[in-house]
């Protein structure tokens, strides 16, 4: 069990870190995202289809005026291949040019509209073109049938070429589905190579008239066309069987069957005559085969327009199909979630019900006020913890009365504790630097201060004349009260000692002293440490150690200097060693000229709107009254500073140093 718990450690970490509605946030984030993902690509993969069906859709577009255009082609080609019968024909051979270039020009706009989607650009201008070359070359020539026979057959080649392209790039080719892509095997591929092979035989019937004989070529290619005419009309047979067989919708047979029983029934009718074709004793009917072959071709163009009707009636179905299941999914999905989504919320009104009435209960025991249980009407964790909270409450009455009793025990405690404190102060008072002990200082002019926030202070401050050698110290212990009392005195007591001892050395002075601090500090179990700046003072010079706040020089003359003591040393009592992080910094004195230690207590100090006092503040007063006493600028830095702290509480100790070249 502890081995599986141990698993879910850093979530609980993270989630403990969390309150209630930033954990729902990520829970239903990691709950919503894989199923996002899953949604996008499940609806991605349903468009993709419905894009591709709509893709088929522009293919069938596109072929029905190239089924117009293959259609008028075949019959202009069969007119001017008459040349008998040139003039007759000529109005109709004039309505079919017209009808074609009418049919260019709207497979022109629509060439535009489609060809980024279909890349037919190409291969529709080069059909247009030989079109137009093709009207050039046949007004400068005489019927010549063998050679515009074969720049008909050139421009269907193009016409055939053009329509096979559109099948692969608009995916009619890959078609899914058995229904639609047999019924685009028959207007793609099956029905234009009928309705090839029919304009052929009419053509090798109509030579056969215009050459008033045939010859055993004309046999044989007859019967090659309808060999192939009926292989063709046999695999359209099958294909739509297969059609009508695997068509879910059920539309094509009743649509299709009567049209396409018509036009193979007259295929059949044509080819039954293979067999005395075969007879080279038997004369060609020509008209047999031109008449029958005539009525066939409009039959497959009949069908064609049925059956590509038919095919875009199943994939305008397929594509509102993959309408309907994106809509379906999306509704179904947006459902589990709203529901959810109000699970959650439900969820989190509940936990925050309980929360809320056990926060309104712990007020009501922290004021004693509380005289019901807390009441919960469910059965799931929650219930145990308010179970434990009403337990809790009741040993927290019964304890209340014992407290009471404890608190008046205190108030007696308090008193000693009081009388103990006041003797701290009394003492550290005590040990400040007196009046006359500063006066035996002949070269300098000395005025301190120190004023603590509680009954015991933090700050240090001391100056010692020994042999000769003036030494100032100045500190700052973390925080206030008997303990920080108590290692300010400690400290006070560790200077004096070394210096008796006439230590003079910075280095080992300053890791001497910290070394018996952070013992003692170590065997009173406390955090307490300080901040601790010395200064030796001999013939106009000071030397300045330990890390504390800023010194401040006001020179005679009105500039002022800010020593930063930051790499000078380490906190005090922090590390049993810091001897490689003492140094020292000389200062030459003149007359005049004024040196300030002080605490931050003077510098953080906040008036009513949190306003700090500063170091700015702090300067701007000292340059002004540099000219004065040490005492007098004393005053008027520490009426300064009252002026700027107002009504505000004080809530750091106040030390300040003051130190003037005579």
């Known amino acids: ?228 005419l009926k292989d063709s009309n046999e695999q359209l047979k099958r294909n739509m069987e297969v059609a009508f067989k695997n068509n879910p919708k059920g539309n094509l047979r009743p649509k299709l069957t009567k049209q396409l029983s018509s036009f193979t029934s007259k295929i059949d009718l044509l080819t039954q005559e293979l067999e005395s074709l075969a007879n080279t004793n038997k004369p060609i009917v020509t008209d047999f085969y031109f008449l029958n072959a005539e009525d066939s071709l409009k039959q497959s163009f009949i069908l064609w327009d049925e059956t590509i009707n038919e095919l875009d009636i199943l994939l305008h179905y397929r594509i509102d199909g993959f309408v309907k299941k994106q809509f379906t999914l999306s509704i179904f999905v947006l459902t589990i979630l709203a529901i959810v989504l109000y699970l959650f919320i ?93 006066l035996e200082i002949s070269d300098l002019d000395i005025a301190g201060y120190m004023e603590s926030a509680d009954e015991v202070g933090g700050d240090y401050y001391d100056i010692i004349h020994h042999n000769g050698h003036v030494k100032i110290g100045i500190g700052d212990v973390t925080g206030h009260g008997l303990e920080s009392g108590v290692l300010m005195i400690m400290v006070q007591t560790a200077v004096r000692t070394l210096l008796e001892n006439n230590e003079t050395n910075p280095k080992k002075f300053l890791d001497s002293l910290n070394r018996t601090i952070y013992s003692n500090v170590q065997r009173m179990q406390s955090d307490k440490n300080l901040t601790l700046c010395l200064l030796d003072y001999q013939n106009k010079k000071l030397r300045v150690y330990g890390q504390h706040e800023e010194v401040i020089v006001i020179r005679q003359k009105g500039t002022l200097e800010r020593i930063d003591t930051i790499d000078l040393g380490f906190p005090i009592g922090l590390e049993p060693d810091i001897s490689q992080l003492i140094a020292y910094k000389d200062i030459q004195l003149n007359t005049g000229d004024v040196v300030v230690l002080y605490t931050d207590g003077i510098t953080e100090a906040e008036d009513i709107n949190g306003v700090q ?50």
């Open 1 to 228: 069990m502890n081995k599986i718990r141990e698993i879910f450690i850093p979530a609980i970490l993270m989630l403990n870190r969390l309150k209630y509605p930033q954990k729902f946030f990520l829970i239903s984030c990691v709950f919503i995202l894989p199923i996002s993902l899953l949604m996008y690509l499940l609806i991605t993969e349903i468009q993709s289809r419905s894009d591709f069906a709509k893709k088929e859709i522009y293919g069938n577009t596109y072929l029905r005026p190239l089924r117009e255009l293959r259609e008028d082609i075949l019959q202009i080609r069969l007119l001017t291949n008459d040349c008998l019968n040139q003039k007759k024909n000529l109005n109709k051979i004039n309505n079919l040019t017209y009808k074609i270039d009418n049919k260019f020009n709207y497979l022109v706009k629509l060439d535009k509209e489609l060809t980024a989607i279909l890349h037919t650009e190409n291969k529709f201008k080069l059909t247009k073109e030989n079109w137009y070359n093709l009207q050039k070359i046949k007004s400068q020539e005489n019927c010549n049938s063998i050679l515009q026979d074969e720049k008909y057959n050139l421009l269907l080649k193009q016409v055939y070429d053009l329509k096979s392209h559109i099948g692969d790039t608009s995916n009619l080719i890959l078609d899914p589905d058995l229904d639609s892509y047999y019924l685009m095997d028959a207007t793609l591929l099956k029905l234009p190579q009928t309705q090839e092979i029919l304009g052929n035989i009419q053509l090798r019937t109509q030579q056969i008239v215009i050459n008033q004989k045939a010859i055993p070529y004309d046999r044989a290619e007859l019967l090659i066309l309808l060999g192939n």
């Open 346 to 438: 439900s969820f989190y009104l509940g936990v925050m019900q309980t929360v809320s009435s056990l926060s309104t209960a712990s007020k009501q025991m922290i004021q004693g006020t509380l005289t019901e249980a807390v009441a919960l009407n469910s059965r799931d964790e929650l219930a145990e913890v308010v179970t434990s909270f009403n337990d809790i409450a009741v040993a927290l009455v019964a304890a209340n009365q014992e407290v009471q009793i404890l608190n008046e025990r205190l108030k007696e405690d308090n008193y000693r504790m009081k009388a103990e404190l006041d003797v701290t102060r009394r003492l550290q008072k005590m040990i400040l630097p007196q009046e006359e002990e500063l």
């Open 613 to 662: 006092y500063q170091i700015e503040g702090l300067s701007r007063v000292l340059k002004q009254n540099s000219q004065k006493s040490a005492k007098e600028i004393r005053q008027e830095v520490i009426n300064d500073l009252q002026r700027h702290i107002g009504k505000q509480k004080v809530f750091d100790d106040i030390t300040l140093v003051i130190l003037k070249q005579k």
